[in-house]
């Protein structure tokens, strides 16, 4: 049985950090893309960052890059988000995806990935 269970959700104050971890289970994503979408409340859910099948390219939102960074450890099946200079509007529910057929015309699309964690609570206070 797969499983993608994320640990790491909070509440902090803006301006701090956060770090969002995914454990995968149940196959090997070696070969796919893993990555982090979020929604707020009557928002859809958005991307946010993915990593390629080596975690040699990153792909980030335009609202969070160069405050997060996202890395995947493919021994461990693993991906993590560190998050740093959080903003109340980054309050959301972040949620950890595989996606093992993503290319990069796809990788912001979240239908690309078939494989989705339950979800933790990230709440940034003003």
């Known amino acids: 049985q797969v499983q993608l269970v994320e640990s790491g959700g909070g509440v902090v104050q803006a301006g701090g950090s956060l770090r969002l971890s995914c454990a995968a289970s149940g196959r090997n994503f070696r070969n796919g893309y893993m990555g982090w979408f979020r929604q707020a409340p009557g928002k859809e859910r958005e991307f946010v960052a993915t990593?390629?099948?080596?975690?040699?390219?990153?792909y980030y939102s335009d609202s969070v890059r160069g405050r997060f960074t996202i890395s995947r450890d493919n021994a461990k099946n693993t991906v993590t988000l560190q998050m740093n200079s959080l903003q109340p509007e980054d309050t959301a529910v972040y949620y950890c995806a595989v996606g093992m057929g993503v290319i990069t015309s796809t990788l912001r699309n979240a239908d690309a990935y078939g494989y989705w964690g339950q979800g933790t609570q990230v709440t940034v206070s003003s």
């Open positions: 990593t390629s099948r080596n975690g040699g390219s990153t």
